[in-house]
């Protein structure tokens, strides 16, 4: 039988080029670098779309590494999901990168490329594991190379930053491998299918633990997201890190929020016996605060990169609200609006770098005019109108959908109130930011410092998601329902990805010993 393995290439393409990347002197040979990270960046592009377009056609397929069951061996599950995460990946790396050469950012460090590709590597491996032990794994790859790449080019608030973002972070590694214990030691299984068959056989003896070990899930996934009140990490580290490196990191809090949709949809979803929907009442108030915070948040901003480093956790907000609505319609509208705020954000972490470079890096104090202030002042508002989520670009699209998915919930008037006052305040934030970057200048000539067109095609490729996913709105919303349908049918993902095994519950208090098939 014929084994393909186009499954594992997203894992394996950057964890190859990384490791060859390391062999490369970056000082002597940067091009060659910047060349061979290029090109792995850009093939990941077209083979993210063949992946996607084989789970429209087969719905689901499965990699076996060393074809070893469940649950010593390693899966990789490729759904609708997680075909459209490694897709979204690939397309904010390339123009991030881009970006980074294009700025000399890689100039600052060394070791930039091999990061980068790691960084990537654990975003795909995150997206595409079938197991919970695999996804800490890719966790701490994750781990690793942001903190890295958060402390590239060095300085004092980095490292301050740095700090605190690795030691929350180690902190949430440590809840994980609890969570990871408890829950193997009461199954005998860290597959996500499996533990779901596990789980919902659980007798009533072991129900407290399962659920404590659930929720702590919840916790660690909720830090990763920048979930109210685990949020304080991001905003400094976003805003004081590279503009191309907070454009990748756009990414890291779509993570958290994937591994909650995956882990709460399969192994504890509305099957999951005495864990059944655990997260759902904490979903949507928290969800809710986190909005709202970060609406603040982005109010109190003085400088631009930090305004939109908080309307990252503004999207965190809209995502989790939507999700915690526990239906079909809110988990399409939080694929619509997660699409959205990924790319767009990347591309005003961009515009920022661009906009301050003509500024002087003067923040939001008087400065000298922008050189470009039709092009770069365009390109803002695009960014502005869609973040807002005003029509009629894609932001005002995920919103809507949101709205109409709140239709029928108790927490309607909640959900609508917040939504749209959220929306006052970040409407209100983001023209007091453009006036002040725009028309607060001082009485001089603008600096001799002109974006290239290949400084700016990064940023205007992913600010053009804003009209152009309104464009392609109505095979976007199709493939954002049929995901969100087939998330809430965890049976054919559990079918194709233990192969019809049948599997017998774990007797109580016993993890299977090395070696048997439980």
Do not use: C
Not at 39 to 53: E, G, Q
Not at 196 to 212: E, F, P, T, W, Y
Not at 243 to 272: C, D, E, H, N, Q
């Amino acid at each position: 039988m014929t084994v393909d393995h186009s499954l594992i290439l997203p894992i394996l393409l950057p964890f190859v080029v990384g490791i060859a990347l390391l062999s490369i002197d970056g000082d002597r040979h940067l091009a060659w670098q910047r060349r061979l990270s290029l090109l792995a960046t850009a093939a990941a592009i077209p083979l993210a779309i063949l992946l996607l377009v084989t789970t429209v056609d087969s719905g689901y397929r499965t990699y076996v590494l060393g074809h070893w069951p469940a649950p010593f061996g390693i899966v990789l599950v490729l759904d609708r999901l997680s075909a459209l995460m490694v897709l979204l990946a690939a397309v904010v790396a390339l123009p991030a990168l881009w970006s980074a050469i294009g700025a000399d950012t890689d100039r600052q460090g060394r070791y930039f490329h091999p990061l980068f590709q790691f960084q990537l590597m654990g975003l795909n491996g995150a997206f595409l594991t079938g197991d919970l032990f695999n996804l800490f794994v890719f966790f701490e790859i994750l781990l690793i190379a942001s903190y890295s790449l958060l402390l590239h080019g060095g300085g004092r608030e980095r490292i301050r930053a740095g700090l605190h973002y690795v030691i929350l972070n180690l902190t949430g590694s440590a809840l994980f491998l609890i969570a990871i214990g408890v829950l193997y030691g009461l199954t005998g299984t860290l597959n996500l299918a499996e533990l779901a068959v596990r789980v919902a056989h659980a007798s009533a003896a072991d129900a407290g633990l399962i659920r404590a070990g659930a929720l702590l899930l919840l916790v660690v996934f909720g830090l990763k997201a920048a979930l109210l009140p685990l949020h304080a990490w991001l905003p400094a580290a976003y805003a004081n890190t590279g503009a191309p490196i907070a454009a990748l990191f756009a990414l890291l809090t779509k993570v958290g929020v994937y591994s909650i949709i995956r882990v709460f949809t399969l192994a504890f979803g509305s099957t999951a016996g005495p864990a059944a929907d655990i997260a759902a009442p904490w979903l949507l108030p928290l969800g809710l605060a986190t909005l709202l915070v970060g609406a603040i948040g982005l109010l109190a901003s003085w400088n631009l990169r930090r305004l939109i480093a908080y309307s990252v956790i503004v999207s965190t907000g809209m995502l989790l609200t939507a999700i915690g609505l526990s239906t079909a319609a809110g988990l399409s509208a939080a694929l619509v609006y997660l699409i959205h705020t990924t790319l767009i954000t990347a591309g005003m972490f961009l515009l920022a770098d661009l906009i301050a470079e003509q500024r002087g890096h003067a923040d939001s104090q008087p400065a000298p005019p922008v050189a470009q202030p039709a092009l770069l002042g365009g390109l803002f508002f695009v960014g502005v109108v869609a973040m807002a989520g005003l029509p009629p670009l894609s932001g005002f699209l995920g919103k809507v959908l949101l709205l109409q998915a709140a239709q029928d919930s108790p927490a309607l008037p909640w959900v609508w109130g917040i939504v749209l006052s959220s929306g006052l305040l970040i409407i209100v934030a983001l023209s007091r930011m453009g006036s002040q970057l725009f028309w607060r200048t001082l009485d001089s000539a603008a600096l001799p410092v002109h974006a290239t067109v290949r400084r700016l095609f990064p940023a205007v490729a992913l600010l053009a998601a804003g009209p152009l996913l309104v464009i392609l709105g109505q095979p976007l919303i199709g493939y954002a329902s049929a995901t969100a349908q087939q998330l809430r049918q965890p049976a054919a993902y559990i079918e194709a990805s233990l192969a019809n095994r049948h599997l017998a519950p774990a007797p109580a208090h016993a993890a299977p010993a090395p070696g048997t098939t439980p």
